[in-house]
């Protein structure tokens, strides 16, 4: 079986949970 | 905001000066006047900064709305900005990331974050970036998921097996810190017209 992610890794890239983008102008 | 307000905040953050505050009441207040000019931060105004769009559905983002707002009134304020904000602080305590990280994966808030909301979870995902998966390889990620981190295998995962796991991947908490709180007062200058104190 080829190596399967890890889910929360997945979920984590969400655009949602990036409050990162608050900051860029 | 009166100068004991911002000293009171930026204690309470224990990661904040009052300038960092004041910089960051500036950033607030753009986003707070975004659609709304009322001077709070309604879900459409947080939605316009994240997604760069005010509409449409999103599961995360309700999730850290609902987070922001402490009172629940359907409104994110100024205090409880910094109060969830000082969390993503470098310098923040990781028990304190591992613990918000825990309640925003939590969605139906029962003390557990279970396999079906990890499934909810990860199908908002692939909507999100328009990815198609079978369900085998849903599984798949959800069973490899659960092997490593529900270790008493009841199907759920509590909060001592997410802090475990979490700990041996801390890469899964990288959004839980936003290096540009290490220099807020440099991203938004204008402060200064403002300021209560000087440093």
Known sequence: RPAVMNAF???????GLNLGTLFEK | LSFRDLARLADESRCFSVNEVEALFELYKKISCSIIDDGLIH???????????????????DRVFDLFDEKKNGVIEFEEFIHALS????????????NFAFRLYDLRQTG???????MQMVIAILMESHVELSD?????????????ADTDRDGK???????????RHP????????????????????????TAVED
């Not at chain 1, 890794?9 to 655009?15: A, D, G, H, P």
């Not at chain 2, 557990?112 to 990890?118: A, G, L, Y």
């Not at chain 2, 709180?181 to 403002?194: E, I, M, Q």
């Open chain 1, 9 to 15: 890794e997945l979920i984590s890239t969400s655009q």
């Open chain 2, 43 to 61: 879900k459409e105004e947080l939605q316009l900064a994240l997604f760069k769009t005010s509409s449409g559905q999103n599961l995360f983002l």
């Open chain 2, 87 to 98: 969390v993503f602080h470098p310098l923040a305590p990781v028990e304190d990331k591992i």
């Open chain 2, 112 to 118: 557990f974050i279970e396999r079906e909301e990890v």
């Open chain 2, 136 to 148: 085998d390889l849903l599984e798949a990620i959800l069973d490899k998921t659960f092997e490593d």
């Open chain 2, 157 to 167: 995962i509590c909060q001592e097996e997410w802090k475990e796991f979490v700990l």
């Open chain 2, 171 to 194: 890469n899964l908490l990288k959004n839980m810190t936003l290096p540009y709180l290490r220099d807020v007062t440099t991203a938004f200058p204008s402060f200064v017209f403002n």
